[in-house]
T-cell receptor, first 113, second 115 residues
Framework: SQQGEEDPQALSIQEGENATMNCSYK?????LQWYRQNSGRGLVHLIL?????REKHSGRLRVTLDTSKKSSSLLITASRAADTASYFC?????????????FGRGTSLIVHP | DVKVTQSSRYLVKRTGEKVFLECVQD?????MFWYRQDPGLGLRLIYF???????EKGDIPEGYSVSREKKERFSLILESASTNQTSMYLC??????????????FGDGTRLSIL
């Protein structure tokens, strides 16, 4: 079952601009993760934010989490053509002895040089 | 760096064939996962395993089975391939032992076409 939903589905910007993607979810979470997928490749983990955290940074990435609104945002500052990819949020569910991330459908980002 | 290796990048099989997709990870991770990815549907979990010989169904297990005889290897089996199983298949692994704050590490995927 899908938990996170990204918005917008597609985003097209110029190099140097900031890109903001949002993720909304329905039930309480343990943590939320963001992944990137380049065309034809697997997903690469970008950042994890725990439910008791509000903001996290990693290089040009900034993630916020608002548990009262059940939403998160990923901001990429000063975007580059190499940032062109699909971005997915994943929230944790629980099954068996481990926690299982549930992925949204993704935001497709195109950065024009 | 964690490496998750899927045996084939591209695979073409015929309807009714038994198909094996292999995945190997080199970081001693307890958890391993198989997803399929289709346009507009995102990633959907087929099966996962949290230990050798252990397996649990995900959201869409019908038509699939899995095998985990060794910790580093997780195989996805299409018992009798059908055209609606044409998709991109992604394998992932993560640290387990009840830890919930561990990222998944993905292979590059196998693009499977069933004719």
């Amino acid at each position: 079952s899908q938990q996170g939903e990204e918005d917008p589905q597609a985003l097209s910007i110029q190099e140097g601009e900031n890109a903001t993607m949002n993720c909304s979810y329905k039930t309480s979470i343990n943590n939320l993760q963001w992944y990137r997928q380049n065309s034809g490749r697997g997903l690469v983990h970008l950042i994890l934010i725990r439910s008791n955290e509000r903001e996290k940074h990693s290089g040009r990435l900034r993630v916020t989490l608002d548990t009262s609104k059940k939403s998160s945002s990923l901001l990429i500052t000063a975007s580059r053509a190499a940032d062109t990819a699909s971005y997915f949020c994943a929230t944790t569910g629980r099954s068996g002895g481990s926690y299982i991330p549930t992925f949204g459908r993704g935001t497709s980002l195109i950065v024009h040089p | 760096d964690v490496k998750v290796t899927q045996s084939s990048r591209y695979l073409v099989k015929r309807t009714g064939e038994k198909v094996f997709l292999e995945c190997v990870q080199d970081m001693d991770h307890e958890n391993m996962f198989w997803y399929r990815q289709d346009p507009g549907l995102g990633l959907r979990l087929i099966y996962f395993s949290y230990d050798v010989k252990m397996k649990e169904k995900g959201d869409i297990p019908e038509g699939y089975s899995v095998s985990r005889e060794k910790k580093e290897r997780f195989s996805l089996i299409l018992e009798s391939a059908s055209t609606n199983q044409t998709s991109m298949y992604l394998c992932a692994s993560s640290l387990g032992g009840g830890y919930s704050n561990q990222p998944q590490h993905f292979g590059d995927g196998t693009r499977l076409s069933i004719l």
